[in-house]
């Protein structure tokens, strides 16, 4: 049995995403390239291939605005004209084609199966507790094992029902997302990972982290699981018993394009840096 669950920074939603797609960075993306991208882009027209650096940074932060802010900047027309465009220059100049390209959230073909993955760290699930009895009985468990936390607080924070994700961002790009599994190996389901709109596909900072891993629960608005319920019952199909069960049954889709179909959402509640630390706790992050 591993340690138990130790109070750990936590990161309400929009505190994570507005770091993530930089609300308030003034990093301009138009005009920045890393290497492998100078590379890919050697065939490509200077014009053509920063237009195509526009078109994905303008795409992004309209995305955060809608799915995140719910404060729209863009309109569904415009925002349509601009994917289509970037569309065009992609299947024109393959070259062009980034793993954080707004246009590579859905893939285009189901995947045969899902391969296991050892986290980078322990992903355990929560325990329960009825009353204080049981939260003192379990304090004295971990401190009886964590003797050196000595200077410690507690977070409360209300319980989002879904399904527990960890998504791995290298050099500020989404490289994985795993489901919790059984703490120490989850599936890889990164394709369906990046279906879901409020999950950056790039982290808007101007010098991202070597290495980052986002902690959280993928969920099911309960509006969507209604109409996936009613969509279920039109077609005979048995209905969900609830969007928790929804939410794990949706991630485990071998096609993204149903799990798109379905609009999850994620709530990021953990931050883990470098060599998997976790910063000044939750006000210093």
């Known amino acids: 049995m591993g340690l138990p669950f130790i109070p750990l920074p936590f990161i309400p939603l929009p505190l994570c995403l507005r770091l993530n797609y930089g ?15 100078q590379l890919t882009l050697g065939q490509v027209p200077t014009d053509i291939g920063q237009r195509s650096r526009e078109l994905r940074q303008l795409l992004q932060e309209a995305s955060y605005a809608y799915y995140v ?4 900047v863009m309109e569904d027309a415009v925002y349509d004209r601009l994917y289509h465009e970037l569309v065009d220059l992609e299947n024109r100049y393959p070259e062009l084609i980034t ?29 329960n507790a009825f009353g204080n009895d049981d939260l003192a009985k379990w304090q004295e468990r971990w401190q009886r094992i964590a003797t050196d936390e000595t200077d410690f607080a507690y977070v409360c ?47 808007n900072l101007d010098h991202p982290p070597p290495l980052v891993e986002v902690r959280g629960e993928a969920f099911l608005p309960l509006d969507s699981f209604k109409q996936i319920n009613r969509e279920r019952a ?15 049954g949706t991630l485990r889709q071998l ?14 509640y953990t931050l883990h840096m470098g060599e ?5 706790g939750e006000w210093g992050i």
């Open 157 to 203: 924070e209300l319980k989002i029902d879904g399904s527990s994700l960890a998504l791995t961002y290298e050099n500020g790009v989404l490289v994985r997302g795993a489901t919790r599994g059984d703490g120490t190996q989850g599936e890889d389901i990164t394709p369906n990972v990046r279906t879901i709109r409020s999950i950056p596909l790039r982290l």
């Open 69 to 72: 802010l719910d404060e729209p």
């Open 99 to 127: 793993p954080d390209s707004p246009t590579q959230r859905i893939g285009e073909r189901p995947a045969s199966q899902f391969t296991s993955v050892r986290h980078n760290i322990p992903l355990y699930s929560l325990e």
């Open 255 to 268: 096609d993204s394009r149903i799990v798109a179909r379905r609009k999850l959402d994620f709530f990021a």
């Open 276 to 280: 998997w630390g976790m910063g000044d």
């Open 234 to 248: 039109e077609a005979g199909e048995p209905l969900f018993a609830n969007p928790r069960n929804a939410a794990a």
């Open 23 to 37: 609300e308030t960075t003034s990093v301009d993306r138009s005009t920045e390239m890393d290497s492998a991208e």
